[in-house]
């Protein structure tokens, strides 16, 4: 864990004995305070989960050789661990072996808001109808002018000298 900690790229400014300023050396450039008496970091991960943060943890090993397990809460501790499963756990039934419940109504599903933007499938069936017109355009072409379906070398389409090819230039490049 101590290796890991000084990959972590942030600079610990010590304030007092157990109060520091963590900053990213590179990045957002946000400044976190912790307080390692309290067991307090300004991003609250620390409160909120009781596992000591990055930037505890940077501040944590900078400081001494002491070991991050004191700084991670009590219920997290093998101890704990043990005590909360040292009676037996009972085993569960199958799901068709639960007791039925009736209230006497039926709770049906919250209704669901129409989610913003055009539909999924409708934006499918439009990509697929535009590429079956083109191709259908395409063949409709090939089938009238075949000596022009096959252009010379380095010819293109929008750029043909033909008097044919105009007509193509206009269904393909004009009319859409």
């Known amino acids: 864990m101590n290796e890991k900690s000084r990959e972590l790229n942030l600079e610990v400014i010590e304030c007092s004995e157990h109060v520091a300023e963590v900053t990213a050396l590179r990045g957002s450039g946000f400044r976190f305070v912790v307080n390692l008496h309290e067991k307090t970091c300004s991003c609250r991960q620390?409160?909120?989960?009781?596992?000591?943060?990055?930037?505890?943890?940077?501040?944590?090993?900078?400081?001494?050789?002491?070991?991050?397990?004191?700084?991670?809460?009590?219920y997290y501790s093998a101890e704990k661990f043990r005590v909360a499963y040292a009676q037996l756990v009972p085993a569960m039934e199958d799901k068709s072996q639960w007791p039925q419940s009736c209230h006497g109504f039926f709770m049906h599903p919250p209704l669901l808001k129409a989610t913003a933007g055009r539909r999924k499938t409708e934006v499918q069936?439009?990509?697929?109808?535009?590429?079956?017109?083109?191709?259908?355009?395409?063949?409709?072409?090939?089938?009238?002018?075949?000596?022009?379906?096959k252009l010379q070398e380095g010819q293109s389409r929008r750029h043909c000298s033909n008097a044919g090819c105009e007509v193509i230039n206009y269904v393909l490049f004009e009319v859409q």
Request: hydrophobic share 40%; charged share 20%; proline share 4%.
């Open 46 to 74: 620390w409160q909120v989960s009781g596992i000591s943060c990055k930037h505890a943890i940077a501040f944590i090993t900078s400081v001494s050789n002491v070991p991050l397990e004191n700084y991670v809460d009590i």
């Open 125 to 149: 069936r439009l990509h697929r109808e535009d590429k079956e017109k083109r191709t259908a355009q395409m063949s409709y072409l090939y089938r009238l002018w075949p000596s022009l379906a």
